[in-house]
Every structure is written in C-alpha cells, then in structure tokens.
C-alpha cells in the first residue's frame, strides 16, 4: 500500500530532488506547473497513476489526439534521470508524476519567494512598511502544500484506445462529467474542487472555439449563452478565425500563473473558458460549491488537498504489481 514518506530508507532525498527540479525548471519556463498538474490528470484517470501516460511507442496514450497538447515530460524524465544516480532503480515514474504536480501548484509561490530573495537589496531601498506589504502580497500568491503518500509502481500497459473513453470531454453534460468522475471514486464536490487546476495553465483555442462565432462583418453570436459577451469578445480577439493551430490563451484570465481561487470568481462573472467549466456554477449541484470557494480561498486550499489526494490514489498499483521503470519513458 501506500504510505508517507515511502522512501525513507531507500532515497531520503527523492521528494527534496523532484521538488527542486520541478522548482528550476518552472523558473525558467513558466508554463510547466500547468502542465506537470494537466499531465498527473491525464495519467491518473487512463489505467489509474501508473505513469502510463509516459510511454512512448506506436499505439500509447501519449499518442492520442486527447494528449497530443501534453506537455512536462522532459521535467519528469530530468527527475528520474538524477534519481537514478542517487537511487538506481528505486523511485516509480508515477510517484514523481505525483509528486511533481503536487509541488506544480506550491512552485508558484518558491518561484515567488526566490523573487523575494533576488529582490532583498531592491526592497532595502525601500521604505521598510512598502516592503513588508509586498512580501505580504506576495505570499499569498502560492497554492497549497501537503505531504503526500507514496509507493505507486508503475504500469505496463498504455494503449491510446482508453484514452477518450476515459477523459473528460469540454463538451460533457453535467451528467456524463458526474458519470465519469464517480467511476474514479470521486464525488461532486472533486469535480469542483479538481476543476479548480484551471486556475493556472492555458488552452489551445480549439478547446473552446465553439462556444461562440463570428460572422463575415466580425459580429459576435453567443452559441453558449452562459459565456459573459465581453469576454468572448476578448477570446474572439484572442483566437480569430485562422489562426495558428499553436495559438494559446490562459484558462484564468486575471492571475494566470497564480494557484489561486480566482477561477471561482470568474466562474460567478461568467468567465469559464471551457463548457465544462460554465456548468458548474450553472448547476444548481454544484453552484454552492464553486461561490464558497470564491468567497474563501482557504476552504478551496483544504479541499483541493483532500481531492488531490484522492485523484493520486486512483487505481495506484503498489507492492508487487507493476514495476519500476529504469527510464520512464519505456517499460523495463
Ligand atoms: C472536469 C473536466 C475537465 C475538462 C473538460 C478539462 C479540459 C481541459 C482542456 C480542453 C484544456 C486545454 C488543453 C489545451 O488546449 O492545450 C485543459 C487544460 C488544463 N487542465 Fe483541464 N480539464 C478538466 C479537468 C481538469 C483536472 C481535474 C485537472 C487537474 C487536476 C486539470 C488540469 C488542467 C491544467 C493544469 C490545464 C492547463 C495545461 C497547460 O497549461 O498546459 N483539468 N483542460
Ligand atoms: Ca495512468
Ligand atoms: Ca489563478
């Protein structure tokens, strides 16, 4: 089973290596937490958190439409590649896919505190009340962190067939989101809490193209009528029609790089990116959930902990089953 602090005795240092790793890559690319957070989903929910997200090869989930915009695999793959100096053949693929989301969503906040450090003289110079109110400021800018269980093994088995039968689609009903969350053991309240990982992370504009459209005269029609129009006006400008297929915008428009609950506040403003967003606080299930997490940002912080740990136990295989992969993008 799994347990906290699992490698104790076999690698002490692993969580302080993935942390770290995860910590200078996102410094110098400020994309990765969204994606280290975006692929723990994407594994978790395809043959449980096995890393069979990770294996490359003809026919494996890596290579399905649904994954094709995954990104974070060389921060996994640089973990592993120093684990295994330290600690050959002892640390799961899948923990460090765990553990690098987790620290995604604190990294935020290390980034910022490394700002703080680099910044020390510059605060000096300050008056000393101005500076202790950015250090403030900042300080809440950061997402949650816990300690985590480890020991998952990781999978052999990665076929891209299981992919779309298994991931949420933008344009789920409620219903069918619920169906799909409740066959991973999560409940309501992990749809509205886990949805709050948009809080961070960008989209390609195809993702939500659909939900509005332009006529030859640039005028703008509602096809969601649950999308506030200022804001798909601005997601329009964002995306116009014949634009590179590369072309991204942030899930959370107002702190973009910030583990926050701003999602919820624009959820209530009308600004979910995605269809699947929207529902939420259109659906009178769920509607309470997402105004209490706007209107506190530690009951999100402690439910996120809870869903989160329940997302990185799903279908974990431990003890004897699956194995430890030596490079993780390849079974042994
Ligand atoms: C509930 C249903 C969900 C749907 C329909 C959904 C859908 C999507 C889509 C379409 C994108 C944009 C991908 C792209 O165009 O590149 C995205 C991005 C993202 N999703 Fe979700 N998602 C869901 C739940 C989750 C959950 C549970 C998590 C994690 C706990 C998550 C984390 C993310 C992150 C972090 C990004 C940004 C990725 C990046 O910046 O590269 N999503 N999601
Ligand atoms: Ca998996
Ligand atoms: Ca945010």
Redesign the pocket.
């Known amino acids: 089973s799994l347990s906290f602090n699992f490698y104790a005795s076999s690698c002490p240092t692993a969580e302080l290596i993935v942390s770290n790793m995860v910590r200078s890559a996102s410094s110098s690319d400020p ?1 990765i937490p ?2 280290l ?2 692929l ?2 994407h594994d978790c929910f395809v043959e449980g958190c096995d890393a069979s997200v990770l294996l490359q090869g003809n026919g494996t989930e890596r290579s399905d439409p649904a994954n094709t ?1 995954l ?1 974070g695999f060389s921060v996994i793959d640089s973990a592993k590649s120093v684990l295994e100096i330290f600690c050959p053949k002892t640390v799961s693929c899948a923990d460090i896919v765990a553990l690098a989301a987790r620290d995604a969503v604190v990294t935020v906040k290390s980034l910022i505190l490394i700002f703080i450090f680099l910044c020390h003289i510059c605060l000096q110079m300050q008056s000393s009340v101005e500076g202790l109110n950015i250090v403030v400021v900042f300080e809440q800018a950061g997402g949650p962190a816990f300690e985590m269980p480890t020991g998952r093994r990781d999978g052999r088995i990665s076929n891209a067939a299981n992919v779309r039968s298994n991931i ?3 344009s ?1 009903t409620m219903i069918e ?1 619920i169906r799909l969350f409740n066959s991973k053991g999560l409940s309501l309240d992990d ?1 509205v809490t ?2 709050g ?2 809080t ?5 504009c195809n ?1 939500f193209s659909d939900r509005f459209q332009m006529d030859s005269k640039g005028n703008l029609t509602l096809i969601d009528t649950s999308l506030d129009k200022a804001y798909a006006k601005e997601l329009m400008k964002k995306c116009p029609s014949g634009s590179s297929a590369s072309k ?1 915008v942030n ?1 959370d428009p107002e702190t973009s790089f910030a583990f926050d609950n701003q999602y919820y506040i624009n959820l209530l403003g009308h600004k979910g990116l ?1 269809q ?1 967003d929207s529902v939420l606080v259109e659906d009178e299930r769920t509607s309470a959930r997402v105004e209490a997490f706007a209107n506190d940002q530690e009951t999100f912080f402690r439910s996120w902990r809870d869903s989160f740990l329940k ?1 990185t136990t799903i279908g974990v295989k431990t003890d004897d089953e699956g194995e430890i992969r030596q490079s993780c993008s390849f079974a042994n």
């Open positions: 994309t969204g994606k957070l975006r723990l989903f915009s990104g949420v689609d933008t789920f989101m749809l886990l949805s990982a948009h961070i992370g960008v989209a390609h993702a991204t899930n995605f699947s997302l």
